[in-house]
């Protein structure tokens, strides 16, 4: 089955830096890349998604990148401010065979946003 | 936030005794998928459901069970429980197997 690898697990940035999270995944059936944003205490949320056919998406301040042949996809948050401290997660699914439908999660990162 | 609601929001049950969650997906929305996520984790993959059949499910044992009503609302069930079944429970609603998915507040289970 799928297997999504998440680095780093904690990440600390000042606040107006840049912040990388990097993904890996296992199955190259995986055609679908999702990264949720959870609050302490709160549900996941959807802060942006990217399929196969595109290698780069960018929404304001965040922007996802793909690269199918290594297998990795990374979210890249530029202009840090203090409310984006939260836990990321990344996740992938397929459209065939066992992963069809299935969101698979990285194992999650701590961003810590300091002013 | 989005349409989808999850009941109870807690719920404190002991060892061996049954549970059922129940979510309400987002309007439009056929597919309901069921995630149990451990404190420092990230989501695992029970089950999901379209259009009321079952369409996947991931490593969990028999005792966890669900089903998906005409209204796509969903329940899931889970017998015997084990204190390791303690964590949240998130159920996440879609408009089909391949569209994004957007998740419920969660239900809090804690097994004594």
């Known amino acids: 089955g799928e297997n999504v690898e998440q680095h780093p697990s904690t990440l600390s940035v000042q606040e107006g830096d840049s912040a990388v999270i990097k993904c890996t995944y296992s199955d190259s059936a995986s055609n679908y890349f999702p990264w949720y944003k959870q609050e302490l205490g709160k549900r996941p949320q959807l802060i942006i998604d990217?399929?196969?056919?595109?290698g780069e998406k960018k929404d304001q301040r965040i922007a996802v990148t793909l690269n199918k042949t290594a297998k990795h996809f990374s979210l890249h948050i530029t202009e840090t401010q203090p409310e984006d401290s939260a836990v990321y997660f990344c996740a992938a699914k397929g459209d065939g065979g066992t992963s069809y439908g299935k969101l698979t999660f990285g194992q999650g990162t701590i961003l810590t946003v300091h002013p | 936030e989005t349409g989808v609601t999850q009941s109870p929001t807690h719920l404190i049950k002991t060892r061996g005794q049954q549970v059922t969650l129940r979510c309400s997906s987002q309007s439009g929305h056929n597919t309901v998928s069921w995630y149990q996520q451990a404190l420092g984790q990230g989501p695992q993959f029970i089950f999901q459901y379209y259009r009321e059949e079952e369409n996947g499910r991931g490593n969990f044992p028999p005792r966890f069970s669900g089903l998906q009503f005409p209204n796509y609302s969903s329940e899931l069930n889970v017998n015997a429980l084990e204190l390791d079944d303690s964590a949240l429970y998130l159920c996440a609603s879609s408009r089909g197997l391949l569209y994004e998915q957007y998740f419920g507040p969660g239900t809090r289970l804690t097994v004594t």
């Open positions: 990217i399929r196969s056919n595109v």
